[in-house]
């Protein structure tokens, strides 16, 4: 423990205590109470680990040391593997990782056109996913310079051509789809002689990133056109491979993502197939992205915030043609699951990036995770949100970037992901009464939260969570505290219940990420904000970047099968608690 704030923290009771902080009346005491029960005894089925989906644009950082480091963070974690994609798998370029960019040299033509391909880097990116103990998620994409369509292109000098590839040439159509259709094929057959058939059918293949807007020239049309060409080829080199799209970006009602989407989800039921003049197109599983919000470049930026709602209407209308269409056997992957729409940009671009400093980030994803499982269960398919989210080296420190990592520091949203992989597989029944649920769904969205300059001013705090049991029969609670305006700062009571328990004692940990716990951002702070931090400064940050409890663990008895546990929780933090 490291203060009274702790102790006072955790105070656990098997009768209800309030806590010894002055209120104004017994009145308010109610009102910031949350009470939240767990049932041991009642099993809801298996509680899949659908966070287990990562990825980033710069392929490049994959295999350098602090992108090893990263990545062995993850592999080591108790649910791996975990999935990484990353974008610009197929670019011509000097294989130097860059913002917004990166190479791998795969495929480039000789004087007579004919292809010539170099998997040096692309194999250097996939063997540093599988020698940390992950697996790959590959992006097929993008257009390797020799294979771009120029007509798409304004016309430039040879000594240009580069430039204005690096900046748009990657995002055409193929000058030839039979070429492409070729070195798909051979790419495929590349990885099944690496690594194996059976291993490659365990990975996930996804078709091009975001091709409704600026990562593709061509149109709708055109994308479907590429998709059966890729998924011909694909499936001739390896038949039990897993292939999907459209990837496409936040859907909205009415916008562009949504009309892309469903022009894709109808191709694959009822359209005629481009390469082989079939009916339809095989599509083995779904993907698109869900955004909480957009930050642009602003450097007196007034006050702004994600907004978890924004996010899961995304999501419900994504859901929506997938069940139109036929496709809800299918597992969804939200291939990006982001808060914002800008993973390279920082508090220096946007001040309101600080979010993803602290343990808001934290929160948020628990909120927006948990929300995006129950919607998953209504509708009955499998959802899994993909955190674009990962690293940036030489970055100053807490740059605030979309990262888990900053000069080797994990951010307090990697304790998140620290609980998560701690959970059991068996769902057990949580109910909380400061739960916002998914009601919102059934009314008009928040002014501002999808168009404009959303706060979350005004919004209520969301306490919620969810239960588990482990093989070995621990109990672990996951609860969140969660509000979308970042500057709330009160503190809700809450009083724990769990019921049916079997032991006469039971061992209680409980593990925090909030503002003084699991959080080095803190710590950075109190050590004056270095940008480089080093020797004792930089140790003493390091020191607090683990997951830590809120206080000593310590065995309690149980009465009648009954365990009542009371503590304080910020508007945003998360709570592990785990009962063995």
């Known amino acids: 423990m490291r203060g009274a704030s702790q102790v006072r923290g955790c105070r656990t009771r098997i009768r209800l205590v309030f806590s010894a902080r002055k209120r104004s009346g017994m009145e308010e005491i109610m009102d910031n109470r949350t009470g939240i029960v767990v049932n041991a005894q009642k099993k809801l089925g298996k509680q899949e680990h659908l966070w287990r989906w990562i990825g980033y644009d710069e392929c490049n950082y994959t295999y350098i040391p602090e992108g090893m480091e990263l990545l062995g963070k993850f592999g080591a974690l108790g649910d791996a593997p975990y999935y990484f994609r990353t974008h610009f798998m197929f670019c011509t370029g000097n294989c130097h990782g860059s913002y917004k960019f ?230 969804v992957i939200l291939s990006e699951a982001d808060p914002d729409g800008w993973a390279a940009g920082g508090v220096y671009d946007n001040a309101n990036m600080v979010f993803r400093n602290t343990e808001y980030y934290a929160s948020y994803v628990a909120s927006a995770y948990d929300k995006i499982d129950r919607l998953g269960a209504e509708y009955g398919i499998r959802v899994r949100p993909l955190a674009w989210a990962f690293l940036f080296p030489g970055e100053r420190c807490f740059e605030g970037t979309r990262t888990f990592s900053t000069q080797g520091i994990d951010k307090a949203v990697f304790n998140l992901f620290r609980i998560y992989a701690s959970l059991g597989d068996t769902k057990l029944s949580f109910e909380s009464d400061g739960a916002l649920g998914l009601d919102f769904l059934k009314a008009p969205a928040p002014e501002g939260s999808v168009k404009g300059r959303y706060t979350g001013e005004g919004e209520k705090t969301d306490v919620s969570g969810f239960a588990v049991q482990g093989e070995d029969g621990g109990i672990q609670i996951l609860i969140y505290s969660h509000c979308d305006d970042r500057d709330r700062t009160e503190e809700r009571r809450i009083c724990l219940t769990v019921e049916g328990l079997e032991q006469e004692k039971v061992l209680v940990r409980h593990f925090r990420i909030d503002g003084e716990h699991s959080n080095a951002y803190a710590e950075w702070l109190r050590q004056g904000s270095p940008l480089y931090p080093q020797g004792e400064q930089y140790a003493a940050i390091k020191a607090r970047d683990g997951l830590e409890e809120l206080c000593t663990a310590r065995e309690e008895e149980t009465e009648n099968g009954r365990l009542v546990l009371e503590f304080d929780m910020p508007a945003h933090g998360v709570s592990c608690i785990r009962l063995s």
């Open 102 to 331: 990166g190479s791998t040299n795969i495929y480039r033509e000789n004087e007579r056109g004919e292809a010539v391909y170099d998997f040096t880097w692309y194999d250097r990116i996939v063997d540093a996913y599988l020698q940390t103990g992950n697996r790959p998620f590959l992006e097929l994409g993008f257009m390797p310079k020799d294979l771009v369509d120029t007509g798409y292109l304004r016309q430039v000098s040879a000594w240009d051509s580069y430039h204005q590839y690096r900046e748009e040439g990657w995002s055409c159509p193929p000058k030839d789809y039979e070429k492409w259709h070729a070195f798909i094929k051979a790419v495929v057959e590349h990885l099944k002689e690496r690594y194996g058939e059976k291993e490659i059918e365990t990975w996930y293949f996804e078709l091009w990133n975001e091709p409704d807007i600026f990562y593709w020239k061509g149109t709708a049309a055109e994308y479907c056109r590429l998709f059966d060409y890729t998924e011909h080829a694909v499936h001739e080199a390896a038949p039990g491979v897993r292939l999907a799209g459209p990837a496409v970006t936040g859907i909205f009602e009415g916008g562009h993502a949504q009309k892309f989407f469903r022009y894709f989800l109808d191709h694959g039921r009822n359209g005629v197939n481009f390469y082989s003049g079939g009916q339809g197109t095989r599509l083995d599983f779904i993907t698109f992205h869900v955004k909480g919000g957009g930050f642009s470049f602003e450097i007196q930026a007034k006050k702004e915030v994600p907004s978890v709602e924004s996010l899961v209407r995304q999501v419900k209308l994504g859901l929506d043609a997938i069940r139109e269409y036929g496709y809800q056997d299918r597992e």
